[in-house]
């Protein structure tokens, strides 16, 4: 091993005792800020532009799906070429994006189909960055400190879902949205800056054959490796739900409790706060929680308890510590699975795997989101959260009794 890592005869366990590792993590700080700053933007650009909640609810969806169409063939394209190369390609992708909404603004020409452009591009960014991403942090570290990787990425995710929004609505407010995206671009500047200085692992990428092929492999993988299509398929069924319901908070907050939209940010600053403890945690226990799989399960059902008391709490300041048991349930949860998924894998299937990880989670949450809310119209929110927490605890319970052997 280089000098970008401590020396192999003592690897520490701890992601930050690496200076490679400690020079990226600032740098991902920023840019994951950055990325919470442009999606307020975005959004808010949105509501600005035509009043339509439903094209609002169009710019998020298209802010989110490319992850799950095409973030598996990114991970394929990602494990056939230089981790650092890719690393310093999406970070220019993901500078350009705020540069051109602002050029947009700066001139006074940005409409509803330019911003739906931009808002493909950001889709596009950030189905490229997440493979990168996950395979990078890995690649700067010897592998005990692997667990301590994923954590610390969950935290940087949690911290940034709880302040940039926030920052950045405030901006919006006070001095407008020209020199909000300006923040965007300045927070995206120090990833490119920092790009060439990274010097991870690198695998042999003489033996690749044509990108089908090595997507095909990426998804034999999964599915040959019991202990990683396990994960996911937990992932599917707990998490799943988890963030499902975390995504259409508006029907409880409001629907359930008439509280309008402070009460929506009282509800998601709740699950927000849960999944920052849960983040902080697990950076604080590192890898004993990797094989912790009892801990494991009890929280799963944290959070199918906290889902249901969402909906059954007799007024809305009772709904707010369940709302948060969601938050803690799907980030300790996501992070421990994910933990044992990055420490099964060769670095040379990093990229594929966690991006079929993503393509997974994404696709449950929106799927489970839109699944609760349609029969919602039917039965009611109480009913249809019932339904599916029961279906997801069936199912999970199926998926765990089927025993892991390492």
Request: one cysteine or more.
């Amino acid at each position: 091993m280089t000098d970008r890592t401590t020396p192999v005869r003592d690897p520490s366990p701890r992601a930050l005792a690496y200076p490679a590792f400690r020079l990226y993590y600032m740098g991902a700080v920023c840019g994951t800020n950055g990325g919470w700053v442009t999606r307020i933007l975005l959004a808010w650009l949105a509501w600005d532009l035509t009043n339509s909640p439903s094209f609002v609810g169009l710019i998020a969806a298209t802010t989110l799906l490319p992850v799950a169409l095409i973030g598996p063939f990114f991970g394929a394209i990602i494990d056939r070429m230089s981790t650092r190369v890719a690393f310093a390609r999406v970070t220019l992708a993901l500078l350009a994006v705020p540069l051109l909404l602002s050029t947009l603004l700066a001139l006074d020409v940005l409409t509803p189909v330019p911003l739906f452009l931009v808002a493909l591009l950001f889709g596009a960014v950030m189905s490229a960055y997440h493979p990168v991403r996950q395979s990078l942090g890995p690649r700067l570290v010897e592998r005990p400190a692997i667990g301590s990787v994923v954590a610390l990425a969950a935290l940087n995710f949690n911290v940034g879902r709880l302040l940039a929004p926030a920052i950045g609505g405030t901006l919006i407010a006070q001095v407008g949205t020209l020199p909000t995206s300006l923040l965007g671009i300045a927070l995206a500047i120090p990833n490119v800056l920092i790009a060439p200085a990274l010097r991870p692992r690198e695998g042999d990428h003489s033996r690749h054959g044509a990108l089908r092929d090595d997507l095909k492999q990426g998804f034999t993988v999964v599915w040959t490796r019991w202990p990683i299509r396990r994960s996911i398929l937990l992932a599917v069924t707990a998490i799943g739900l988890s963030r499902g319901i975390s995504e259409i908070l508006a029907l409880i907050a409001d629907g359930q409790f008439a509280r309008g939209a402070s009460g929506l940010g009282l509800m998601t600053s709740a699950v927000g706060g849960g999944a920052l403890v849960a983040a902080i945690f697990q950076v604080v226990a590192g890898n004993r929680l990797v094989r912790n799989r009892p801990l494991r399960l009890a929280v799963i059902w944290i959070g199918f308890i906290g889902a249901l008391g969402l909906v059954y709490a007799p007024s809305f300041e009772w709904a707010l510590p369940p709302a948060a048991m969601v938050g803690f349930a799907s980030t300790f949860v996501g992070v421990s699975l994910q933990i044992g998924v990055q420490a099964r894998l060769e670095d040379e299937y990093r990229g594929r795997v966690m991006s079929i990880w993503m393509l997974a989670g994404t696709a449950s949450t929106s799927f489970l989101a839109f699944a609760i809310s349609t029969v919602t119209e039917w039965t009611g929110v109480t009913a249809a959260t019932t339904i599916f927490v029961a279906i997801c605890a069936v199912a999970t319970m199926a998926i765990w009794l089927k025993p892991v052997r390492d």
